[in-house]
């Protein structure tokens, strides 16, 4: 009954496993880049739109309940594409113009672009499998995404001032995707602890959903379960 949800759930988890390696990886060694060239960023977008792909695919094994939570999270994600776009927008038509000293406000609107890229793909995580867990799923989410909306302002504060050195490393053809993100280097290795907290929530997530000991295990017992007569 479960099959998609399960699946969807892990990978999620292998995600953030591989998000949460690879940040205590740079926190403990003290890079000053990010691992595999920058590219560790982007594990984030892809694996949050394969889950919610399991989940869109699985949408007909939902009960109500997950179909709305389904629904939501599908919107978050979708306004973190929209930021992602408002984010890569001023690079994009600065880098076309060929401008080199963009407006103060274009560098608040880049930097709140990305803090908020950050902070709804959590927000997603979150709306996924809020109603799945259990104590301790609930304590490690919340803990998990309050640090990861804290690093994510940050973020976008740190990235603000830096409009200008990205444009131009992008006009350059720059390969070096770590260079342009080398000032949310440490920001973003503190994220690991967010990501291994939302592991430990999605393990208690997939037990739970295993076991049938949530909304959607309870409504498929109750769909398979005899029906009185009359």
Same mark, same amino acid.
Do not use: C
């Given at each position: $009954?479960? #099959?998609?949800?399960?699946?969807?759930?892990?990978? +999620?988890?292998?995600?953030?496993?591989?998000?949460?390696?690879?940040?205590?990886?740079?926190?403990?060694?003290?890079?000053?880049?990010?691992?595999?060239?920058?590219?560790?960023?982007?594990?984030?977008?892809?694996?949050?739109?394969?889950?919610?792909?399991?989940?869109?695919?699985?949408?007909?094994?939902?009960?109500?309940?997950?179909?709305?939570?389904?629904?939501?999270?599908?919107?978050?994600?979708?306004?973190?594409?929209?930021?992602?776009?408002?984010?890569?927008?001023?690079?994009?038509?600065?880098?076309?113009?060929?401008?080199?000293?963009?407006?103060?406000?274009?560098? @608040?609107? +880049?930097?709140?672009?990305?803090?908020?890229?950050?902070?709804?793909? +959590? #927000?997603?995580?979150?709306?996924?499998?809020?109603?799945? #867990?259990?104590?301790?799923?609930?304590?490690? $989410?919340?803990?998990?995404?309050?640090?990861?909306?804290?690093?994510?302002?940050?973020?976008?504060?740190?990235?603000?001032?830096?409009?200008?050195? @990205?444009?131009?490393?992008?006009?350059?053809?720059?390969?070096?995707?770590?260079?342009?993100?080398?000032?949310?280097?440490?920001?973003?290795?503190?994220?690991?602890?967010?990501?291994?907290?939302? +592991?430990?929530?999605?393990?208690?997530?997939?037990?739970?959903?295993?076991?049938?000991?949530?909304?959607?295990?309870?409504?498929?017992?109750?769909?398979?379960?005899?029906?009185?007569?009359?």
């Amino acid at each position: $009954m479960t #099959v998609n949800l399960r699946l969807s759930l892990t990978v +999620f988890k292998i995600g953030f496993a591989a998000e949460s390696a690879g940040g205590f990886v740079a926190l403990v060694s003290g890079s000053t880049k990010l691992p595999f060239g920058g590219a560790l960023l982007l594990l984030n977008p892809v694996f949050a739109a394969i889950g919610i792909l399991f989940l869109w695919i699985g949408r007909h094994e939902w009960n109500e309940l997950h179909r709305t939570r389904v629904g939501h999270a599908n919107l978050a994600f979708a306004a973190s594409l929209v930021a992602t776009a408002l984010a890569a927008a001023p690079i994009g038509i600065l880098s076309l113009v060929g401008n080199p000293n963009p407006p103060s406000w274009l560098g @608040i609107e +880049f930097g709140a672009a990305i803090a908020l890229v950050f902070a709804v793909t +959590f #927000v997603t995580y979150a709306l996924v499998a809020a109603h799945l #867990v259990g104590r301790l799923g609930e304590v490690a $989410m919340g803990l998990g995404l309050g640090w990861a909306v804290l690093l994510s302002s940050l973020i976008g504060v740190a990235l603000a001032p830096d409009l200008q050195p @990205i444009v131009h490393s992008v006009a350059a053809r720059s390969p070096a995707v770590a260079s342009i993100f080398q000032p949310i280097t440490l920001l973003d290795a503190l994220l690991a602890f967010s990501y291994l907290a939302f +592991f430990v929530a999605f393990v208690d997530a997939h037990y739970r959903v295993a076991k049938r000991l949530t909304p959607e295990g309870e409504a498929a017992v109750l769909s398979t379960a005899p029906q009185p007569p009359g």
